[in-house]
């Protein structure tokens, strides 16, 4: 069967994999930083890219490069380049974009380091980042924001932390029209659940932390898309920024990846169990899932997304009440992570904003009453049973 026949956990544990000396079933780990060659002739072949080859493992190594050829396919993605932490995948996209003075348009919702570095870095290369709502009409809040100086649309779905839904297509056919790189943050769905390349977008960027190593102990990066931009990455982000992944978290995610979509499966699963629940419980004041028929993005979320993801988060009537809610915990931990096997639960303006007051939280863009879920591989019962038992007390 060719691998374009092939399905999702098929792919998931075979695409990408070389073929390496004494064909190993696990891709070896190339613990090295440079290669050597017999004659300079060879040397200069491989680069100058008339032959295959590694030359140093900033910019290429055999087993980073097989991490990324199995991504690749499981976006259906022409290519991909990893780096050593989502931040710095993101990072590599924007610099590789803009130059000072041009613009971004930007979701409203997302993860608080792109919202920092928006801030801190583009703020300072002279580049503007206008944002647009995810519940407003998308194609004419664009279409207004959108001038000559517009290079990059930028965007989550589901978004970190209110799990708020945006249409790709949309955001796809008013980047088209504009000749606009659009970009998206799919760390929150994965391959598995969401192919954001199917909905006319250009370029990817993960997290591997999260849900594609699965288990809590590497941090890395990726970006998929066009060839050309991706080679663009490598020649330029990763040779002269150098942020580049090591060959054991590419090992790591090559493992974590080969389960992808059995883990995707509980997280769903455990996810939907629990926002029933919190739905139902007379202290939770709201439940943010798109899962959720009352959710505002559920529409959009059912026609572009295969399932609704592991994560859940919702509201309580104040940030005290979560402050009792947390400290109550038991099984589930509190941790800023997500995409793990525990559940890790947390509240960004506890744990990353305590100086200031609701209202400054809510200025920046943190609801201090909200608290994110981030479902593990638990007992469902098991963690509902702890949730129960910390909600009674506030």
Not at 61 to 88: C, Y
Not at 267 to 280: E, G, N
Not at 351 to 364: E, N, P, V, Y
Request: hydrophobic letters at 40%; aromatic letters at 8%.
């Amino acid at each position: 069967m060719k691998q374009k026949d092939q399905r999702f956990a098929t792919l998931a544990v075979h695409a990408g994999e070389g073929v390496f000396l004494h064909n190993p079933s696990s891709t070896p780990i190339y613990q090295t930083s440079t290669y050597t060659f017999d004659a300079v002739t060879d040397a200069a072949k491989v680069m100058q890219g008339s032959r295959n080859g590694f030359v140093y493992s900033r910019i290429g190594n055999p087993t980073v490069d097989a991490f990324e050829r199995k991504l690749a396919v499981l976006e259906g993605a022409d290519a991909a380049v990893a780096f050593a932490s989502g931040m710095a995948a993101l990072s590599a996209v924007f610099l590789e974009l803009l130059k000072p003075g041009d613009e971004v348009i930007s979701g409203s919702r997302v993860y608080g380091g792109t919202r920092g570095f928006f801030e801190q870095i583009l703020g300072r290369l002279g580049c503007t980042v206008r944002q647009f709502s995810p519940f407003e009409d998308i194609r004419k809040q664009i279409s207004l924001l959108v001038n000559n100086r517009t290079k990059v649309i930028f965007f989550e779905t589901p978004s970190n932390p209110d799990l708020s839904i945006i249409d790709m297509r949309a955001v796809a056919s008013v980047a088209r029209r504009h000749r606009i790189y659009s970009v998206i943050d799919n760390t929150f769905a994965t391959p598995y659940l969401q192919k954001p390349l199917d909905h006319g977008i250009d370029c990817i960027i993960h997290s591997a932390t999260k849900y594609i190593g699965g288990h809590g102990d590497a941090i890395g990066g990726i970006v998929a898309g066009k060839a050309d931009l991706v080679s663009r990455l490598r020649k330029t982000m990763l040779l002269y920024i150098g942020g580049c992944l090591s060959p054991f978290h590419a090992w790591l995610y090559l493992r974590g990846m080969k389960t992808l979509h059995l883990r995707m499966d509980h997280h769903c699963r455990s996810a939907a169990a629990i926002a029933d629940y919190l739905s139902k419980h007379r202290k939770v004041r709201t439940v943010l899932y798109p899962g959720l028929a009352a959710h505002p993005g559920h529409k959009i979320a059912r026609k572009q997304m295969s399932g609704f993801g592991g994560m859940v988060s919702f509201r309580l009537r104040s940030r005290e009440a979560c402050r009792k809610f947390l400290d109550r915990l038991n099984l589930c931990k509190i941790g800023v992570s997500l995409g793990d096997t525990e559940t890790l639960v947390m509240n960004n303006a506890l744990m990353f904003h305590s100086g200031l007051t609701d209202a400054a939280c809510r200025k920046i863009g943190i609801e201090p009453d909200l608290v994110r879920i981030s479902t593990g591989l638990e007992d469902v019962r098991d963690v509902i049973a702890d949730l129960d038992r910390a909600l009674e007390k506030v």
